[in-house]
């Protein structure tokens, strides 16, 4: 899973800059030293292979000097696409995939299985101890089931299975935290009875890097960030104060998928985490970027 270069045919030159880059790396390695950053893994970033691969770079690297990553990923276009090839066409209603029986067992297979196993195996072989987990593991995700709120006079409407967070339960990340492996979980959760729950990767990740009291929490997107003008790339939104959130979302700036997603990152900051992130995942080694330079990328939303 790495880049192979063979240093030795590098010249001096070249050598003593990437010792520079390292030398510039080491006060963000030591203030994020032991440092919880939980990770949206998703958008371009999971199923484009190049993209896929220096994120996994990333998040080895994080672990390797003693960060402590937790990826939550999604898998939506996978989930489609198994749907197409057996026979059904997916259906979403405001963003959210209608889920009945055979959709969420095809769900879970990508989810659970699949996706879930594929970032797993990048991981061990990027030379970090990686375990998969769904949220169906000791509990760590006890969902309820979510209606589309159809109108303003509270019509819902159901939408199959569904889930919202109810509660996470952080007792198997904390036993991995504790032996140094890095969880990997996908978002399926279940509810009291045992049902099984499809739920929306952002919104896990929030609630996750919550109980968790996250230092970081990092979205990947398939966008530069917030955008002032969202036809414009150069009017990014830099850094924003969470109740700045609801304003840009009444004034149309942010908009469609972004009013979710931002909206659960100041969810996340309410309840302790201390920064969120919404980087372009994209862009190669976002991550590395966002923390390992001053500069950073994307937009922060802080407290």
Do not use: W
Request: glycine share 8%; hydrophobic share 45%; aromatic share 2%.
């Amino acid at each position: 899973m790495t880049d192979s270069i063979d240093l030795r045919k590098l010249p001096i030159e070249r050598l003593i800059e990437r010792a520079q880059i390292l030398v510039e790396a080491l006060p963000y390695i030591r203030q994020f030293h032991d440092s919880t950053i939980v990770i949206k893994f998703g958008g371009a970033a999971q199923v484009q292979p190049e993209l896929k691969n220096k994120i996994i770079q990333d998040i080895a690297l994080m672990a390797i000097v003693g960060m402590k990553p937790v990826v939550v990923h999604g898998g939506g276009p996978e989930v489609s696409r198994l749907m197409k090839k057996m026979g059904h066409e997916p259906r979403f209603i405001a963003g959210q995939r209608v889920t009945d029986a055979d959709a969420l067992d095809m769900a879970e297979m990508v989810l659970a299985g699949k996706v879930n196993s594929e970032i797993t195996l990048a991981l061990n072989r990027a030379g970090v101890n990686a375990v998969g987990l769904s949220g169906k593991d000791m509990n760590l995700i006890r969902a309820v089931k979510l209606f589309h709120q159809e109108s303003a006079d509270g019509e819902k409407t159901d939408i199959g299975f569904v889930g919202d967070v109810l509660n996470i339960d952080t007792s198997i990340i904390n036993i991995l935290d504790k032996n140094g492996i890095v969880p990997v979980i996908s978002p399926i959760g279940v509810d009291e009875d045992g049902q099984r729950y499809n739920i929306n990767a952002d919104t896990v990740a929030c609630d996750i890097a919550a109980s968790l009291k996250a230092d970081k929490l990092i979205l990947l997107t398939d966008v530069k960030g917030i955008l002032r003008d969202r036809n414009d790339e150069g009017s990014l939104i830099n850094s924003i104060k969470a109740d700045e959130i609801e304003k840009l979302i009444s004034e149309g700036i942010i908009q469609g998928g972004m009013i979710p997603k931002t909206r659960a990152a100041v969810d996340a900051l309410k309840s302790g985490v201390k920064k969120t992130h919404i980087l372009d995942g994209r862009l190669p080694h976002s991550l590395l970027l966002e923390i390992f330079t001053d500069r950073g990328i994307g937009t922060q939303i802080i407290p």
